[in-house]
């Protein structure tokens, strides 16, 4: 199976690629800007901007792919700084892709929604289908997307399938999301021996570890088509409080100093999001179980990022 990946390299794609090959696929990695060192030099890397009608079709045609993963996308707090550009890569970009896809019979196409797209005010933990009234660019351009998306499943039959993703930790650099306190605390505070996350410490957000995140991608992905009932999931891992995982932080990096500042612009999004997602209907129609809670994840992630430090990566 062929795999095209936009945004490559994001924080999720880099994880994506080495995983999907371990699934088998071949990956075809693209983005706008150049292949990151973290990146095996073996993979084909594409170039192109997904706001540009013409190069998104000419990589379609050169790659012929089966699948599309759509990953490119400005994220929250960047996306309220650009939000014109945000706008652009988010909603023209993921339209200029589903459109490419359509006229060149692309079957499939992922794609990767997230907490972002609800508003304020909803029940915690957050059903699948409910209102969706975000209050950010990244939000609301997300959900667009999700009803494109759906649009294009409905009048095409393009087989399009997405999740939401909670805020996503790893030992990676993070690129302009809201949610990145959490995954500083752990790259920074090593790095630096102290790092200060830009909300309050008892500021709750659903969380997941990367490796339970790529795996749902393509479970989803994989998952036989009978079974789905939606095109669009809510999945879910954990949702503890800023202090919660400085404490856990602080039991694997002897000495670190983890303190709280808080943004009042970035609190007031993630004040925005839901506390926690029920994700009851990806555990139904196509068997999603997180692996890593707070405790796994930090074990699992400490000699990680130490790795990706003393190769000069973080
Ligand atoms: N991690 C994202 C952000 O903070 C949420 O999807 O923007």
């Not at 023209?92 to 992922?110: D, H, Q, S, W």
């Not at 991608?217 to 669009?232: C, G, I, K």
């Not at 800023?242 to 002897?254: L, W, Y």
């Not at 808080?262 to 506390?275: E, F, G, T, V």
């Amino acid at each position: 199976m062929r795999v095209l990946i936009t945004g490559s390299g994001g924080q999720v794609g880099l994880d994506l690629i080495p995983f999907l090959q371990g699934r088998g696929a071949e990956v075809v990695a693209s983005d706008i800007v150049p292949r990151p060192e973290a990146c095996a030099p073996d993979v084909p890397w594409e170039h192109f901007d997904v706001t540009n009608v013409t190069e998104v079709r000419g990589v379609l045609e050169r790659v012929k792919p089966d699948v599309v993963y759509h990953l490119a996308a400005i994220l929250s707090a960047r996306g309220e700084e650009i939000p014109h550009v945000a706008y652009a890569v988010n909603q023209t970009g993921t339209y200029n892709m589903l459109e490419a896809c359509r006229l060149l019979g692309v079957p499939k196409f992922i794609y990767t929604s997230t907490i972002a797209a609800f508003g304020p005010g909803l029940p915690d933990p957050v059903p699948n289908e409910v209102s969706m009234r975000p209050t950010t660019m990244y939000g609301i351009t997300k959900v667009a997307g999700e009803l494109l998306g759906e649009y294009y499943r409905a009048k095409w039959g393009l087989d399009f399938r997405g999740v939401r993703f909670p805020g996503l930790i790893n030992a990676g650099v993070p690129g302009g999301g809201t949610s990145d306190y959490a995954l500083h605390m752990y790259t920074t505070g090593m790095k630096r021996g102290a790092y200060e996350s830009f909300c309050h410490d008892d500021t709750r957000i659903p969380l997941m570890y990367m490796p339970d995140a790529v795996r749902a991608l393509v479970d989803l992905a994989d998952a036989p088509r009978e079974r789905l009932r939606r095109s669009v999931y809510n999945i879910a891992a954990m949702s503890p409080t800023a202090g919660e995982i400085a404490e856990s932080v602080r039991g694997a990096i002897p000495g670190v100093q983890l303190t709280f500042e808080s943004d009042p612009l970035r609190q007031a999004i993630l004040d925005s999001w839901p506390k926690a997602l029920d994700d009851s209907a990806a555990r139904e129609e196509w068997d999603w179980r997180h692996e890593y809670d707070l405790t796994a994840m930090t074990a699992d992630m400490i000699p990680k990022v130490r790795a990706m430090l003393d190769r000069g990566l973080l």
